[in-house]
């Protein structure tokens, strides 16, 4: 497990953040998770007040995005992360509850990591999340530059 | 907006034109009518003219040769010459033919009938005296001849002659002048009357030419009016077509945004069953522990309550898988909705084989057999048409009845611009009143004794729209179903050229 990983999930369901937080203590991911509810706040601390990333240069990201957020489409942060040159190399992992192919395509082309559909299939979510908690021990994540 | 057409003319442009060319026909008959009379009663006017001239020609003659009888007498008697005789005989030999024909060409009028009656004693006794005096003459008697001649017998003859004579001239005079005023007045009758015609015509012409431009000018504003209601009859068209675009767009987008976001809760739901599920294992767990401590060994009103949780659990699972399903269809439909068509060539015949290939198990469980007709190839999207015609042929198997051989027939209608592809079975059939219900969403007819949700009618019907088609049924509760799927030959994508 490299435990400098920080985790930044950006889901606006409390519901969903909870279980995903839930599922991933219990498939033994212990690093930090950093919950942001909305697209906005999000931004903010993924890029910093300048918008340019240089705040998490050299740190350790890895990113949960939902692609449904109040404020936002996931879409438009999965871009704005894949083109910065300080985060491009973070994971993405894309959550949602959408299945659609054309979306996961999209998502995929503009350099998402992952692609999960929540199910309602509370085992195959959890099993999801636990796979992904073996895949953080795994990876291993580059700095970012 | 609705622009009125002008009302189509007057009675008096509808029927002008007949009406005209009637009066027209009417007057150029008249004129000709009036024209041949007054020729005729010319042509009579001039032969009366002709007649008098022949009739005062006759009297004269007449005058002529009594004249020169006279003067070959009074010749003859003054140099006795006999030579004189041949005109005086010449003479009185044409005198007799000159009467008769004098006589008749009077015959029509009774007053010169009279005047001749009595010339001719008169030309007779004239004629007599001297044919004594030229035979004395010839006997040499000269002196009992001249004294023939002294009494003055023949003068007086003479003069009554001429007398007579210049009467009937004067007869014929009056006559002439009659019959050549009324012939006069002919010809001006017949100059009036063509002018009246002529004027007619004129007038008539110039009223056909006003009312037929009346008429054009009218069939030019109505013709600008229907093709300014056609422009605005097209762009309604296309408003109502844009509208419904937009109202089936905003459907389409309404049903993926409820099934997306009821999605989203029921995710919490099913993961926190879950957690209580692992809190009740725990719970029972712990009890257990407590109950033991308490020294209570007796378990099996935990075991009661345990069964209590796994029932409800049971219940809530269930119905979130099923509604999760139900989500899920309304989603693929409204997915189906937005696809984009790609309209390619489709060999129907070639895809119904297809298809019964995929069933054709399941009918050999049942007996069954599918009977595909001719069909042709139509221009449309491959999988749409792959979708409707699986359910359609699906069903048909699917509530074929247990006790007679299944029989499923797929045939084609053509028309100019559509195809009537039919799907009939001898089935279960569908009750009249579930006809229209069969295509809504999650509905089902008859006993529910086979597997489904009653999503496959409504992807039916949501897949036939799009392709610009319709779908009915007829069906026969216990005899069998007949699906009917009219689509265009050619799909056209024209609100997709909009977007």
Redesign the interface.
Known sequence: MVNHVTIIMVED?E??AR?IE?NIRRAGVLNDIVAFRDGTTALEHLFGPDGSGAVNAGRALLVLLDL?LPDMTGVDILKRIKENEHLRRSPVVVLT??D?KMEIQRCYDLGANVYVT??????N??NAIRQLGLFFSVIQVPEAK | MITRLPAQGSWITRLGQPALLACGFAILIAISGVAIWLVNQARKDASAVAHTLEVENTVAAIQIYVRRAESAQRGFLLTRNAGYLDLFDASAASLGPALDKLRGLVADNAAQVATVDSLTPLVRRKMGEMERTVSLGRQSQWDAALQVVATDVGEELMRSITQIAEKMKSEEDRLLKQRTASASISAQWLLIVSILGVVAIITLAGISVHLSQRNSRALRQAHAALSVINEDLEKRVEERTADLQEANQEIQTFAYIVSHDLRSPLVNIMGFTRELEELRTDLFHRLETLRLRAGDTDGSQDEALAADFQEAFGFIKASIVKMDRLIKAILDLSRQGRAELQPVPVDMRALMDSITATVAHQLIEREGRIEVGPLPTIVSDRMALEQIFTNLIDNAVKYLRTDVPGRIQISAAETAAYVMFSVADNGRGIDTRDKSRVFELFRRSGPQDRPGDGIGLAHVRTLVRRLGGSVMLDSELGKGTTFKVTLPKTLKLAHQEDE
């Open positions: 369901d519901g969903h279980l839930k449904n509850t959408t659609d929540k199910p309602v299939n509370y085992e979510f959890a």
